[in-house]
């Protein structure tokens, strides 16, 4: 193997958004890194499920296109 040209095998700390933070090995070129969703917090893992839509998008959505299924069903094909 050619000698100096694989990456530095580090300890890492990672720190989810949910406040867990846990350390591992990586190449990566900083000490830290932050991710949005860990084992502590996912759902599979956890076993809760949380609802995402906290500012009412698929509401929002619906209400958006609902005109449109309504015009576009009324519409004559040709």
């Known amino acids: 193997m050619k000698q100096a040209i694989h990456p530095k095998y580090k300890e890492v700390t990672v720190t989810c958004s949910c406040g867990h933070a846990f350390s591992t ?3 990566l070129s900083k000490d830290s890194l932050h991710i949005e969703v860990c084992s502590q917090c996912h759902p599979f893992y956890s076993g809760k ?11 929002k959505f619906r209400q958006k296109y609902a005109t ?3 015009r576009s069903a009324g519409a004559p094909t040709e």
């Not at 949380?50 to 998008?57: E, P, Q, T």
């Open 68 to 70: 449109y299924s309504k």
């Open 49 to 59: 499920q949380r609802l995402v839509d906290s500012a009412g998008r698929v509401d």
């Open 25 to 27: 090995q990586s190449t």
